[in-house]
């Protein structure tokens, strides 16, 4: 049976599937709010199809145009001047407000639905186009739905746990996702938001800013929230959210609550060492406040009877330690992982990385002071090292990592406990006062501003632990993923990408400098980096600057070791267009010091969260005369 669009409404009928029928297409098809077409086969409804969902994803972003070049220009000068500034934040911000708003983010289109933006960088072609999964989108949810009844938070409040039935709301709209709790994929954490509101708790996890999750969860609306109160809740949240500092305009915004951002990727080679300012900012909660004078750090667990606290000022008598170390997202380059399949989480290009020198005191050193010794562990390499941060979501959990024991075990690891970020104070946004630096293991290791530290026989039960920063086979979705099958991303796999250009630049047909920048996870060094023109036929391996002179003042020994190399490489190639025309695509790939190669594309390495996305990053140019 051919199924038509019928305007026919329905607003009492409730299916046990908890899929809100609005309305008919017929005897045996229905089609509700969200615009998705079901079948009923023996009283149980089952997704068939979608009808309106392309029409929401096209009109969303539209690429704009910009003079990239000048761009670049205007912001090398910013940058030049901020590397050797060291004055405070207000005389920064102020330095900020002289570059004009266009001259530094202009090229980048600013989206917000629901209360999130995303930024999108100009001049991306097809190929780089912003999926529908990573766009926020709740058309519905935003409407009052006529017919439907309207209830108050205090009518919400009421409807807390199973028992009572689970109410949530969701900007206008009011739903009872009982039926849904079993099926989450985050568990009964679903039940925080029990009787309350969804949106801060979406703000915090943006893996729900999907259009397949506000589709799932428009299926289950009873009602309208009264007006008065969607103005509290906007109220409460900006309260919650009252802490963030000032960000530099540069940022190419992912999520503005809680604030993530990256650096431009063309930005990325101009310095060794990232600009604290423009080093990109990964924020899983809103920025905790923090008082210097109480500050305490405290180390406890398995054979560490009692604990022990440090203050700042303690921890700053151990001796003082720097390294130079790259830190990156783990959803870094997960757009265009995106344009293979849909991906879950910030649309990520190539600036969810940085490289900074990091001065501290050794996590070793603090370790032994609490007791920490090596020989009271009869099998120390099942043991867990658990960090915690001093940021929390509204039930107080507070985001937390691990790492395995064995990695303290290895003299090789470099650890520390930081508080200085190239030389000046560590900035609020990278984890003031201490943040602890796993050089070599994915940045969501990397815990900012740290509270406690805990020796455990489990890993960390933290959701970041458990249901993130997890990679999977490409054929695992969301609907079908078991996260006990995978291990916690540690180290992370080579990778390597072009700053320089971007794709749909124009350039002259004549010799062109590329740049960018190429790092391994592990400590493993970089090697080589290979750049070609004409799809893999032919490469030319680039001039690799690891910034050895650099590295040597903040790492004392073992410089040139194939296990302690923490920090990126920068690479240079100078590739010759003359003899081109038109469209040429670029790819770049990297080998590390054990011989591990970038994938080619994209689909063998795909995972539903995009995460570790480091196949060769390929970019269109366009040579003209």
Not at 112 to 117: L, R
Not at 160 to 171: A, M
Not at 585 to 607: L, M, R, T
């Amino acid at each position: 049976m051919e199924a038509k669009f019928c305007r026919t409404i329905v607003v009492n009928c409730v299916q046990r599937s908890a899929v809100r029928v609005i309305g008919t297409c017929g005897k045996n098809y229905y089609y509700n709010w969200s615009g998705n077409l079901f079948r009923r086969d023996k009283k149980k409804l089952t997704s068939d199809t979608f009808i309106s969902r392309n029409d929401d994803k096209i009109k969303l972003l539209r690429p704009v145009n910009f003079n990239f070049a000048t761009t670049r220009r205007n912001i090398n000068n910013l940058t030049n001047g901020i590397e050797d500034n060291n004055t405070n934040s207000e005389s920064d911000s102020t330095n900020y407000g002289t570059f004009s708003w266009f001259g530094v983010a202009g090229g980048f289109l600013l989206v917000g639905f629901g209360g999130y933006a995303t930024w999108c960088w100009s001049n991306y072609s097809s190929r780089s186009q912003l999926h529908a999964a990573s766009i926020p989108l709740s058309k519905a949810s935003e409407n009052v739905i006529p017919n439907l009844p309207e209830y108050k938070l205090s009518e919400v409040a009421e409807h807390y746990d199973v028992g009572h039935r689970v109410w949530v709301t969701f900007n206008r709209g009011v739903y009872d996702v009982t039926e849904f709790v079993a099926k989450h994929p985050g568990g009964d954490r679903i039940l925080m938001a029990g009787g309350g509101s969804l949106e801060p708790f979406w703000e915090l996890y943006p893996t729900h800013q999907r259009l397949d999750v506000y589709e799932i969860l428009e299926r289950h609306r009873i009602g309208n929230l009264a007006a008065e109160d969607q103005v509290k809740l906007d109220a409460s949240d900006k309260e919650y959210f009252s802490n963030e500092p000032k960000r530099h305009p540069a940022f190419l915004i992912r999520s503005p609550k809680p604030f993530n951002g990256e650096t431009p990727p063309f930005l990325l080679t101009q310095k060794f060492f990232t600009p604290n300012e423009l080093f990109y900012i990964r924020n899983h909660l809103p920025v905790p406040e923090v008082n210097v004078e109480s500050y305490q750090l405290e180390i406890d667990g398995i054979n560490l009877p009692g604990g022990k606290t440090f203050t700042l000022s303690e921890l700053k008598k151990f001796p003082k330690y720097s390294i130079s170390a790259t830190i990156q997202c783990g959803g870094n380059r997960r757009s265009e992982m995106g344009t293979v399949k849909p991906v879950a989480g910030l649309v990520w290009s190539g600036g969810a990385i940085g490289n900074a020198q990091w001065t501290g005191v050794r996590l070793k050193d603090v370790m032994k002071a609490a007791g920490f010794h090596e020989e009271s562990y009869k099998d120390p390499h099942r043991l867990h090292i658990h960090f915690e941060g001093m940021d929390s979501d509204q039930s107080g959990e507070c985001y937390g990592s691990s790492i395995p024991f064995s990695y303290m075990l290895d003299e090789n690891f470099q650890p520390i406990l930081a508080f200085e970020m190239n030389n000046r104070e560590l900035p609020l946004d990278h984890g003031f006062p201490v943040r602890i630096i796993l050089p070599g293991i994915v940045g969501a290791r990397s815990v900012k501003w740290l509270s406690r530290i805990v020796i455990s026989d489990h890993e960390s039960q933290s959701p970041w632990q458990q249901r993130d920063y997890k990679h999977f086979s490409p054929s695992v979705t969301m609907e079908t993923v078991d996260f006990s099958t995978a291990p916690a991303i540690q180290d992370t796999p080579v990778t390597s990408y072009i700053c320089s250009h971007q794709p749909g630049d124009v350039i002259k047909a004549e010799p062109t400098i590329l740049q960018g920048y190429a790092f391994s996870g592990g400590g493993r060094r970089i090697v080589r980096v290979e750049v070609s023109i004409d799809q893999g036929k032919t490469w030319k391996v680039a001039h690799v600057d690891t910034d050895d002179e650099a590295v040597s003042s903040v790492t004392t020994q073992h410089v040139r070791s194939d296990t302690r190399n923490w920090a990126w490489a920068l690479w240079t190639v100078e590739v010759d267009f003359t003899h081109s025309m038109g469209d040429n695509e670029v790819w770049v790939k990297a080998v590390d010091s054990g011989y591990n190669q970038q994938a080619e594309n994209f689909s063998s390495v795909y995972n539903y969260r995009g995460l570790l996305a480091n196949a060769f990053h390929r970019v269109n140019l366009k040579i003209s005369k």
